[in-house]
Antibody, heavy 123, light 113 residues
Framework: EVQLVESGGDLVKPGGSLRLSCAAS????????FNWVRQAPGRGLEWVSS????????YYADSVKGRFTISRDDAKNSLYLQMNSLRAEDTAVYYCARSYCDGSGCHRLFDYWGQGALVTVSS | DIVMTQSPDSLAVSLGERATINCKSS????????????LAWYQQKPGQPPKLLIYWASLRESGVPDRFSGSGSGTDFTLTISSLQAEDVAVYYCQQYHSSPYRFGQGTKLEIK
């Protein structure tokens, strides 16, 4: 069974830092690219960042570029999101999501999601 | 950047009736090289993560009931629920995966009339 479990969500002050983790199981981690998608309270979905299977391709939304860093540790079957210079508008549930992959490669649509980690940025 | 716009923002449909949600992209999400539309639909119920329903604009994800169908090409897409069930109450999102940033539509809230 495919499982994605996020951790690391917390209350942090503006300007602070936080690192989210996502532990994956039930599939071959190295074969997939991964993503972070967030959802502010009562709002819609916002794609945040993507990382390819080899870490060779990394993308960020403009809203987090220069502040957030996505990474992966294939030995630990884990995905990470380092978040620096946090702002109130970064308050959201952050979902780890696996990219859909087929014979043509991996695509930035999301076939499995974790339950999410809540990040609250407030003084 | 490709902007995704859904209509309507909310929708109330009677049980057993058809529900139709529209999604429009500001640029085509059709790749001419493979003739595929890079468009997905998700369902999100309260307190749950989103669930993938449809990809490549019209392919149903494994396990998704066949009352859900997707159609459209280029910039205009539709999600149809042929006979609404109580468990279909949710917010529905379209998403383009043609190019970064991989934006979602604003969501359509579907309720029972």
């Amino acid at each position: 069974e495919v499982q994605l479990v996020e951790s690391g969500g917390d209350l942090v002050k503006p300007g602070g830092s936080l690192r989210l983790s996502c532990a994956a199981s039930g599939f071959t981690f190295t074969s997939y690219s991964f993503n972070w998608v967030r959802q502010a309270p009562g709002r819609g979905l916002e794609w945040v960042s993507s990382i390819s299977s080899s870490s060779g391709y990394i993308y960020y939304a403009d809203s987090v570029k220069g502040r957030f860093t996505i990474s992966r540790d294939d030995a630990k079957n884990s995905l990470y999101l380092q978040m620096n210079s946090l702002r109130a508008e970064d308050t959201a549930v952050y979902y780890c999501a696996r990219s859909y992959c087929d014979g043509s490669g991996c695509h930035r649509l999301f076939d499995y999601w974790g339950q999410g980690a809540l990040v609250t940025v407030s003084s | 950047d490709i902007v995704m716009t859904q209509s309507p923002d909310s929708l109330a449909v009677s049980l057993g009736e058809r529900a139709t949600i529209n999604c429009k992209s500001s640029q085509s999400v059709l790749y001419s090289s493979n003739n595929k539309n890079y468009l997905a639909w998700y369902q999100q119920k309260p307190g749950q993560p989103p669930k993938l329903l449809i990809y490549w604009a019209s392919l149903r994800e494994s396990g998704v009931p066949d009352r859900f169908s997707g159609s459209g090409s280029g910039t205009d897409f539709t999600l149809t629920i042929s006979s609404l069930q109580a468990e279909d109450v949710a917010v529905y999102y379209c998403q383009q995966y043609h190019s970064s940033p991989y934006r979602f539509g604003q969501g359509t809230k579907l309720e029972i009339k």
